[in-house]
């Protein structure tokens, strides 16, 4: 099998470049690299341009920044390998092997659609619990594979024929919940998601690093949020009761005016869906999703605990 390796750029030279340098060294795939450029406005362009169609890098221009979501659709859609890697822009895989072994699995499969990485931190090795993208109890089960209902996108491989059944990512969604809107499409195609430890990625995030909350991000994590579980269980009685729960959650870390404004332009968004073209989930897709995910999370007093009167990440 072949690989796509797509990596988004936006600034950051050094860093990206010594991405691209670890994923030309991965062994035993034939592979091509597809760095999508969001509009860099810091040099970075001068360093990536000399690269383009240098061996087996290809240099996409956007102009701007539109999104993960917009920008990974780019990338993916540009390639023809029976396999698609994503890779985040400031991190790198542990073995040379990474992706061979990625292509194994699907070799070995026929109905896997996606894998998720492990992510480790690159300075301290330890388990990256912010690229923690399943529930909480399964995290004391990270050093095994198992099925999923979705990946991470510091990390991640897709079946090329898989993704093309697919709508692509929602890019109205711009930053967060994207993978998860896409492996929604994937379950309700009747394919499976796997979680694979022995594939790692080292993310250079520094232990020092905090996350600022206060820059649209929780707006972008409850307004995605809410427009996809109604996007795929159209169900107004669940999105009210999370829309609640987001807000409670907002106010116990100071953050009330961006889940007002989330919950008010996820309105607007679930108005724009297209019945035609937008996919609900099914039985057998929900019975999915509540085996691998949903029994996993606990009952209401354990999600209010656990997910609510919470500090969030730093």
Sequence with gaps: MSVDVVILSWNRAELILETIANVQAQTGVDKTIWIVDQGS???????????????????????????????????????????????????????????????TLFDADPQLAAVGFRVKNFYTGQDDWLNWGYARQLWDQRASAFTATRFVG????????????????????????????????????????????????????????RTNWSDKRYYYLVRNALYLHY??????????????GYLLKGAYNGLWGQP?????????????????????????????????????????????????FVRLPK
């Excluded at 996007?231 to 609640?244: D, I, L, N, T």
């Design 41 to 103: 406005h810091d040099g970075t362009l001068d360093e990536l341009r000399p690269l383009h169609k240098r061996g087996e890098i290809r240099l996409v221009e956007l102009g701007q920044n539109y999104g993960v979501a917009e920008g990974r659709n780019q990338g993916n859609n540009r390639g023809q390998a029976d396999v698609i890697v994503s890779l985040d822009n400031d991190a790198v895989f542990e073995h040379e092997q990474t992706l061979l072994h990625a292509v």
């Design 154 to 209: 510091c990390g991640h491989a897709i079946r090329r024929s898989a993704w093309a059944q697919t709508q692509g990512y929602d890019s109205q969604l711009f930053f967060f919940w994207e993978e998860l809107d896409l492996s929604y499409q994937l379950i309700a195609l009747g394919y499976h998601i796997r979680y694979e430890p022995s594939l790692v990625v080292r993310h250079k995030v520094s232990p020092e690093s």
């Design 231 to 244: 996007k795929y269980y159209r169900s107004p009685r669940q999105v009210f009761v999370m829309a609640v």
């Design 260 to 308: 007002v404004r989330a919950i008010r332009d996820a309105r607007r968004m679930f108005k724009g869906l297209d019945p035609r073209q937008s996919v609900v989930l099914d039985q057998a897709a929900r019975k999915y999703v509540f085996e691998h995910d949903t029994r996993y999370r606990g009952n209401f007093r354990e999600r209010l605990r656990q997910n609510i």
